[in-house]
């Protein structure tokens, strides 16, 4: 099986799992944390995440731009984020606990980007989904968009998930 199981795809996430998993995310990963990322949507087919524009993530001084390690660090998490979503709804019938211990062993393998147009703007909104989840490799497809829904950069990895 390749995928989620539609019965699994289609029961939403128990709370404690979303809070374990929005946790590790948004402060156990610091990098996260310093990029300022924030977790907006979390299925078992999707992941939408945001970063907010700070002087700090500024990678081109005279024109304001974001910095291009900024965008694949984002579309980087976001599709491990992905993985972990889909390896969540793979196991339903296990507890959150349960669950949330089998990310240990995930890493990223193998990521490409793709810098469309500029990172200009007050935010912006980065989204994941699992194109193949086997026993040791998952492979992802992200998007990074500007505030305006422009699409700014996509990214596809592969993570190492056992």
Same mark, same amino acid.
């Given at each position: ?6 019965? &699994? &795809? ?15 995310? *948004? ?17 078992? *087919? ?13 990678? $081109? ?5 974001? $910095? ?8 980087? @998490?976001?599709?491990?984020? &992905?993985?972990? @979503?889909?390896?969540? +709804?793979? $196991?339903? /019938? ?27 703007? *007050?935010?912006?909104?980065?989204? +994941? *989904? ?7 490799? @998952? ?6 968009? %500007? ?6 950069? /996509? %990214? +596809?990895? &592969?993570?190492?998930?056992?």
């Amino acid at each position: 099986m390749n995928t989620p199981s539609p019965a &699994a &795809a289609d029961k939403a996430f128990e709370p404690e799992f979303v809070a374990g998993l929005t946790r590790l995310f *948004e402060e156990r990963i610091v990098f996260n944390k310093v990029l300022g990322l924030k977790l907006i949507e979390l299925t078992g *087919e999707r992941v939408r995440c945001r970063i907010d524009m700070r002087e700090e993530l500024i990678g $081109h001084f005279q024109h304001q731009r974001l $910095h291009g390690g900024v965008i694949s660090a984002t579309l980087d @998490a976001c599709g491990g984020m &992905a993985v972990m @979503a889909a390896i969540g +709804a793979r $196991h339903m /019938t296990e507890a959150p606990e349960q669950r949330l211990a089998r990310f240990l062993k995930l890493g990223t393998i193998d990521l490409r980007v793709d810098y469309l147009r500029p990172g200009l703007g *007050e935010h912006f909104i980065a989204s +994941a *989904e699992v194109m193949r989840l086997g026993s040791r490799v @998952a492979s992802t497809r992200m998007a990074f968009h %500007g505030a305006d829904g422009s699409l700014l950069s /996509t %990214g +596809a990895a &592969a993570y190492i998930v056992s």
